[in-house]
């Protein structure tokens, strides 16, 4: 469990790790963005109110312009003078100068004053007034009308009729009329013709006032495009606002004009927020979608990553932990304090004759087969033991157990036994066996190699000894298999001298258990080590080509023997590599021409690997023997699925079941129903059997009930030395059912 969540949770480290900087980066870029807009919106508004005050200070100057300007449309006139000075018409004044003003220019008041600065005419907010209301109202504008008075005396008018300025004289000014702040523009009545000449100083003035109120700021407002244009005396306060002071010529307050400021900048800021918001969404989107894409990545790696280190501790095949894991988990073990009551043994399996399967039925089947054994032995260990296949055909058990060896030893019997029962692949019965090494962790053993390689040796002996069998490590096979090598240089000073080989017979009993012949076995007496097994040094006279020479040996024996006691079947094992020389069958017939032994007392035993080869030499080899009447006998036969159908196809004359199946046979046993398949089998083929092995009267009985041929086994007689094999010949044979 704990092994399953940790990449998830460092995933989730992964994805945090990620997404939280890269979300704070966004932020802080974000912010920056905001703060820089909103900076350079400020700085925008800053300028342009700056620019809106500009304004406003010359529209107020633009206004002091324009009602001169109007102004003078009536006070450059001849008709006004004559109204108002030589006689004052005030029907006329009201229509031309006065309420006039108001209707056509929108002036509030007009003034009209005589020479002495008197007003003679008044006209206050579109009203006729009294002169007393004028004299009040003009009180404010009387140092301006005395200011313009004194350039008319010091001859402005006169200048302006003798074109020496373009301008007639005026005098436009904010300033306060009747308690109002205005605009206030005085100018002289003058003729325009020139027709009316007046004393100079004695000209009318005339006054007018825009006050600077509601309705002319709204004026204003429409105008000039300034929204909530106001005079006020105080300032709002509003931010939305913005004012200028207005201030007579002498300085002194007059009013504020306000109006609603424009803020395109803070405008602009609020446009923009959307569209920064939604890039930061679109940003953060991305940023997670590549976060998360990252994440997928990093999680498949890390899938990825689990998977291969799996895959590297595991085998493919069979789902069990592999050689690297095993010798982990070895070592391991060896490191742990030793407890009193539990023992570790580590077992070495191999299946026996697991080739033959794989090379006929094919490298499916065999991996079927596999596995099949790798569930079977699956179901044996304990929990806390280990299963790893180390590799093809071989397996491995670390097993934990009570002291003493009796459990790792039931437990290689249970997986003999197992392994022993038939395997349904693709719907044939196919047969293997297994053989198993023992190594137990001796006190103080820490390295796992020297301890696999004791399983190892001891599953090689139990290989040599028969297979299908356990073996527990040995200290004097540790010897031998070190001394390996020498035993090559030994076996050839053996072949040099006539004293240490030898062969031993081992006869062959029919049903009756009378004699029928003997099988040669090779007998290696060394002088240091004593008797070595054939199962030993065999393999090494194999692998050195010795085996020629020691075959040649035994065979001449054997000649010498069937020819000395013709009628008896002398067998003699011949080696693959025997078989597959070209001059093997040359060397047979000159010794039994040599010895004048009966070919067809001659029994040549071969395995079935070598009919399994397609090495055609060996093929022919046999044929020719079978033609001379020499007879070929399948050794160790039996638990090969294979061995069945080639039987058909390479026609031998005698089938050797292998002792393995001999030694499990009890009645019940499947044991039995495979030596009765064999048994059938053959003698439909017409191929005599041969039982090897046979050590019990149990066994005896049942291979008798079977059917079989012949027996050989210590029950009947071990392998004995040649004068006991012709003692034994020449005793009269004694018929016992
Ligand atoms: P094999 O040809 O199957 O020989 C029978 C083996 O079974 C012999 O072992 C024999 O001693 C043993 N045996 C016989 N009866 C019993 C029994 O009741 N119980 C048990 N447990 N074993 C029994 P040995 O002599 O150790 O030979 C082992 C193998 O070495 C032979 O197996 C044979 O394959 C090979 N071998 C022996 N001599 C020669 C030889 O001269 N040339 C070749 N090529 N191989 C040889
Ligand atoms: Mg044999
Ligand atoms: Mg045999």
């Given at each position: 469990?704990?092994?399953?969540?940790?990449?998830?949770?460092?995933?989730?480290?992964?994805?945090?790790?990620?997404?939280?900087?890269?979300?704070?980066?966004?932020?802080?870029?974000?912010?920056?963005?905001?703060?820089?807009?909103?900076?350079?919106?400020?700085?925008?508004?800053?300028?342009?109110?700056?620019?809106?005050?500009?304004?406003?200070?010359?529209?107020?100057?633009?206004?002091?312009?324009?009602?001169?300007?109007?102004?003078?449309?009536?006070?450059?006139?001849?008709?006004?003078?004559?109204n108002t000075k030589l006689s004052l018409n005030t029907t006329w004044v009201d229509d031309n100068l006065g309420l006039w003003m108001r209707d056509y220019f929108g002036h509030?008041?007009?003034?009209?004053?005589?020479?002495?600065?008197?007003?003679?005419?008044?006209?206050?907010?579109?009203?006729?007034?009294?002169?007393?209301?004028?004299?009040?109202?003009?009180?404010?504008?009387?140092?301006?009308?005395?200011?313009?008075?004194?350039?008319?005396?010091?001859?402005?008018?006169?200048?302006?009729?003798?074109?020496?300025?373009?301008?007639?004289?005026?005098?436009?000014?904010?300033?306060?009329?009747?308690?109002?702040?205005?605009?206030?523009?005085?100018?002289?009545?003058?003729?325009?013709?020139?027709?009316?000449?007046?004393?100079?100083?004695?000209?009318?003035?005339?006054?007018?006032?825009?006050?600077?109120?509601?309705?002319?700021?709204?004026?204003?407002?429409?105008?000039?495009?300034?929204?909530?244009?106001?005079?006020?005396?105080?300032?709002?306060?509003?931010?939305?606002?913005?004012?200028?002071?207005?201030?007579?010529?002498?300085?002194?307050?007059?009013?504020?004009?306000?109006?609603?400021?424009?803020?395109?900048?803070?405008?602009?800021?609020?446009?923009?927020?959307?569209?920064?918001?939604?890039?930061?969404?679109?940003?953060?989107?991305?940023?997670?979608?590549?976060?998360?894409?990252?994440?997928?990545?990093?999680?498949?790696?890390?899938?990825?990553?689990?998977?291969?280190?799996?895959?590297?501790?595991?085998?493919?095949?069979?789902?069990?932990?592999?050689?690297?894991?095993?010798?982990?988990?070895?070592?391991r073990t060896l490191t742990q304090r030793p407890s009193r009551d539990r023992r570790t043994t580590v077992l070495m399996l191999d299946l026996d004759r697991f080739k033959q399967?794989?090379?006929?039925?094919?490298?499916?089947?065999?991996?079927?087969?596999?596995?099949?054994?790798?569930?079977?032995?699956?179901?044996?260990?304990?929990?806390?033991?280990?299963?790893?296949?180390?590799?093809?055909?071989?397996?491995?058990?670390?097993?934990?157990?009570?002291?003493?060896?009796?459990?790792?030893?039931?437990?290689?019997?249970?997986?003999?036994?197992?392994?022993?029962?038939?395997?349904?692949?693709?719907?044939?019965?196919?047969?293997?066996?297994?053989?198993?090494?023992?190594?137990?962790?001796?006190?103080?053993?820490?390295?796992?190699?020297?301890?696999?390689?004791?399983?190892?040796?001891?599953?090689?002996?139990?290989?040599?000894?028969?297979?299908?069998?356990?073996?527990?490590?040995?200290?004097?096979?540790?010897?031998?298999?070190?001394?390996?090598?020498?035993?090559?240089?030994?076996?050839?000073?053996?072949?040099?001298?006539?004293?240490?080989?030898?062969?031993?017979?081992?006869?062959?009993?029919?049903?009756?258990?009378?004699?029928?012949?003997?099988?040669?076995?090779?007998?290696?007496?060394?002088?240091?080590?004593?008797?070595?097994?054939?199962?030993?040094?065999?393999?090494?006279?194999?692998?050195?080509?010795?085996?020629?020479?020691?075959?040649?040996?035994?065979?001449?024996?054997?000649?010498?023997?069937?020819?000395?006691?013709?009628?008896?079947?002398?067998?003699?094992?011949?080696?693959?590599?025997?078989?597959?020389?070209?001059?093997?069958?040359?060397?047979?017939?000159?010794?039994?021409?040599?010895?004048?032994?009966?070919?067809?007392d001659l029994e040549l035993e071969i395995t079935e690997g070598i009919l399994l080869e397609e090495v055609s030499d060996a093929a022919e080899a046999l044929r020719i023997f079978?033609?001379?009447?020499?007879?070929?006998?399948?050794?160790?036969?039996?638990?090969?699925?294979?061995?069945?159908?080639?039987?058909?196809?390479?026609?031998?004359?005698?089938?050797?079941?292998?002792?393995?199946?001999?030694?499990?046979?009890?009645?019940?046993?499947?044991?039995?129903?495979?030596?009765?398949?064999?048994?059938?089998?053959?003698?439909?083929?017409?191929?005599?059997?041969?039982?090897?092995?046979?050590?019990?009267?149990?066994?005896?009985?049942?291979?008798?009930?079977?059917?079989?041929?012949?027996?050989?086994?210590?029950?009947?007689?071990?392998?004995?030395?040649?004068?006991?094999?012709?003692?034994?010949?020449?005793?009269?044979?004694?018929?016992?059912?």
């Open positions: 469990m704990a092994s399953a969540r940790a990449p998830v949770m460092r995933n989730w480290q992964v994805m945090a790790g990620l997404f939280v900087p890269v979300i704070v980066s966004l932020l802080a870029i974000g912010v920056l963005a905001l703060g820089f807009v909103m900076w350079s919106a400020q700085g925008v508004d800053e300028r342009a109110l700056e620019r809106q005050m500009a304004l406003a200070r010359h529209v107020i100057a633009r206004q002091l312009q324009n009602i001169p300007h109007d102004q003078e449309s009536v006070t450059l006139w001849d008709d006004a003078v004559l509030d008041d007009v003034i009209i004053l005589d020479h002495r600065n008197q007003p003679v005419y008044a006209m206050l907010e579109g009203e006729r007034a009294s002169l007393d209301e004028a004299s009040r109202a003009f009180v404010d504008v009387a140092p301006i009308a005395a200011e313009l008075r004194l350039s008319i005396m010091s001859g402005a008018v006169d200048d302006y009729l003798n074109g020496r300025v373009s301008r007639a004289p005026r005098i436009a000014e904010l300033a306060t009329m009747n308690g109002v702040p205005s605009l206030v523009s005085i100018a002289p009545l003058i003729s325009d013709t020139g027709a009316i000449v007046q004393g100079r100083g004695s000209e009318y003035l005339h006054i007018v006032a825009v006050r600077l109120d509601t309705d002319y700021a709204h004026r204003l407002a429409v105008e000039y495009q300034m929204p909530g244009a106001r005079f006020t005396q105080r300032p709002s306060g509003d931010p939305e606002y913005a004012a200028i002071a207005l201030s007579d010529t002498r300085g002194r307050f007059l009013t504020f004009f306000e109006w609603e400021r424009s803020s395109p900048g803070q405008a602009l800021f609020y446009q923009t927020i959307p569209a920064i918001a939604g890039a930061f969404l679109v940003a953060i989107l991305i940023a997670f979608f590549l976060v998360n894409q990252l994440w997928r990545k990093s999680r498949d790696l890390e899938a990825g990553r689990a998977d291969a280190e799996h895959r590297a501790a595991h085998d493919a095949l069979t789902g069990l932990p592999n050689r690297v894991s095993f010798e982990q988990a070895l070592a399967v794989n090379d006929t039925l094919g490298h499916r089947a065999g991996d079927d087969l596999i596995r099949a054994v790798a569930q079977r032995l699956g179901q044996l260990i304990g929990p806390s033991d280990m299963l790893a296949r180390l590799g093809g055909d071989e397996f491995a058990i670390i097993h934990h157990h009570p002291p003493g060896l009796t459990g790792p030893l039931e437990l290689a019997q249970r997986s003999i036994d197992a392994i022993g029962k038939p395997f349904d692949i693709f719907g044939s019965e196919a047969f293997v066996g297994v053989s198993v090494g023992l190594a137990p962790v001796e006190a103080g053993e820490i390295d796992a190699h020297e301890l696999t390689r004791k399983a190892d040796i001891a599953l090689y002996e139990a290989k040599a000894s028969g297979r299908n069998r356990a073996v527990v490590f040995e200290e004097s096979m540790n010897e031998f298999l070190q001394n390996r090598k020498t035993i090559e240089g030994e076996l050839r000073e053996a072949l040099r001298r006539t004293d240490q080989l030898s062969i031993a017979f081992q006869p062959l009993f029919d049903a009756h258990r009378k004699i029928v012949g003997a099988e040669a076995l090779s007998r290696w007496h060394h002088p240091h080590r004593g008797q070595v097994s054939p199962a030993h040094f065999i393999p090494v006279a194999e692998a050195t080509g010795l085996i020629e020479q020691l075959g040649a040996l035994v065979l001449q024996r054997a000649c010498e023997m069937g020819a000395k006691w013709p009628g008896y079947t002398i067998a003699v094992n011949i080696s693959p590599a025997q078989l597959r020389n070209p001059d093997f069958p040359s060397t047979v017939f000159g010794m039994l021409r040599e010895t004048g032994m009966r070919p067809a079978r033609a001379a009447g020499i007879k070929i006998a399948l050794d160790d036969f039996g638990t090969g699925y294979s061995s069945l159908n080639y039987l058909k196809r390479y026609p031998v004359d005698r089938i050797k079941i292998d002792r393995s199946f001999v030694s499990q046979l009890a009645p019940g046993n499947v044991s039995v129903a495979i030596v009765q398949a064999m048994v059938t089998l053959a003698h439909a083929l017409k191929i005599e059997v041969t039982a090897e092995g046979v050590e019990t009267e149990g066994q005896r009985s049942v291979l008798l009930d079977l059917g079989c041929n012949v027996y050989q086994g210590y029950l009947l007689s071990p392998p004995i030395a040649p004068p006991a094999l012709e003692q034994l010949l020449s005793r009269p044979q004694i018929r016992v059912a």
